[in-house]
């Protein structure tokens, strides 16, 4: 019986102890909203205009636009980098790349590959956007086919 008593008394006690104090906070929601990137092609990749020699050879065009022309090549006419301009928001970082060579296919037959190279991997846009440049090496056959070479290639922008 005295158990009993001693259990009910325990009881009561805890009947009456003060409830536990519940607690509560905030939770932050957020969003970062960014324009969507528009790219824009200026310029093409222009090697210009190219007499092929007896032995094959390269003609390089750097992402600045200038032209080295190969050991048995003679090269006329203005060279240009391919440009591209990139508009979106103002201070994110854009990463830009794409393919890493392009065929070019003649109109009298023939064909010639180049690989690519891109003048930055990324770029912080400014107030009117930013802009890279992709340059390239052309590989020439020796004595290549006469006739308009043209290729295209893909290039991509998207935010880092």
């Known amino acids: 019986m005295k158990r009993a008593i001693v259990g009910a008394a325990i009881a009561a006690l805890a009947l009456n102890a003060p409830a ?5 906070a905030t939770g932050t929601a957020t ?3 960014l324009r969507q990137i ?3 092609n200026i310029s093409a990749l222009q090697y210009a205009t190219i007499i092929s ?4 050879s390269t003609v390089a065009v750097s992402t600045a636009g200038v032209r080295t022309c190969g050991a048995s090549l003679s090269c006329l006419g203005t060279a240009t980098a391919a440009s591209f ?5 103002e201070g994110a970082v854009v990463l830009v790349g794409g393919d890493s060579s392009v065929s070019l296919a003649g109109s009298l037959g023939g064909t010639m590959t180049s690989s690519l190279t891109y003048s930055a991997a990324n770029i912080t ?4 956007g930013g ?5 390239g ?16 290639f893909n290039v991509t922008a998207d935010y880092q």
């Open 20 to 24: 536990a104090h519940a607690a509560s």
């Open 38 to 40: 528009t790219l824009t």
């Open 125 to 128: 846009l400014g107030a009117t």
């Open 85 to 89: 301009n990139v508009d979106g928001t």
């Open 137 to 152: 090496t052309l590989s020439v056959g020796a004595n290549q086919a006469a006739g308009d070479y043209t290729g295209t």
């Open 131 to 135: 802009s890279f440049q992709v340059g």
């Open 31 to 33: 969003a970062k909203i």
């Open 53 to 56: 020699g007896a032995s094959a």
